[in-house]
Nanobody, 121 residues
Framework: QVQLVESGGGLVQPGGSLRLSCAAT????????MKWYRQRPGKERELVAR????????AYVPSVKGRFTIDRDDAKKTVSLQMDRLNTEDTAVYYC??????????????WGKGPLVTVSS
């Protein structure tokens, strides 16, 4: 059974840090690109960070670059998002996503349920 289970959300003050983790089961984790999306109140879901299969290439949306770090551990089948210098604009539900393009199938996507991160004083 495919599952992505996130942990680490919660309430943090502006300027603080949180670390999100996502544990994968039921698929070949190492073959998938892993991503973190977020959906802020009243906004569409946006891609925040991504890390390629193999872990060598990372990318971030400009608003979090230099503050957020995505990493993966293929042996443990986990992906993490370290979030530093948080501000109120980072308040959102954060979703873990696994993505792989397969010939004759197209994009295969798995999603977690999304922990809420609230940045507030």
């Amino acid at each position: 059974q495919v599952q992505l289970v996130e942990s680490g959300g919660g309430l943090v003050q502006p300027g603080g840090s949180l670390r999100l983790s996502c544990a994968a089961t039921g698929f070949d984790f190492s073959l998938y690109e892993m991503k973190w999306y977020r959906q802020r109140p009243g906004k569409e879901r946006e891609l925040v960070a991504r890390i390629k299969s193999g872990g060598g290439i990372r990318a971030y949306v400009p608003s979090v670059k230099g503050r957020f770090t995505i990493d993966r551990d293929d042996a443990k089948k986990t992906v993490s998002l370290q979030m530093d210098r948080l501000n109120t604009e980072d308040t959102a539900v954060y979703y873990c996503n696994a993505n792989r393009y397969q010939e004759r199938i197209g994009d295969v996507d798995y999603w977690g349920k999304g922990p809420l991160v609230t940045v507030s004083s």
